[in-house]
């Protein structure tokens, strides 16, 4: 299977960190790629668990706290 690749328009799943204080514990909410950077990254707009919109620049792959990565397919 090939790899995939991020494109504007894709639907990801973003990783928030959660909050220092620990009263936000790290969630996993939709979001869309705007774009995509010459570097990899992405820019998109994060669907939030908490509420609202809100835009995310520079994102990187991956699994960790501020990334985002593909849906599991179900």
Known sequence: MEEQKPSIGRIVV????????????PKQSPALIQKVNENGTVEMVVFSVY????FNHSVEQG????????????
């Open 14 to 25: 973003y990783n928030h960190p959660g909050s220092a204080d620990g009263k936000f514990p």
């Open 51 to 54: 509420g609202g919109l809100f």
């Open 63 to 74: 699994d960790g706290p501020s990334q985002w990565n593909w849906p599991v397919k179900v």
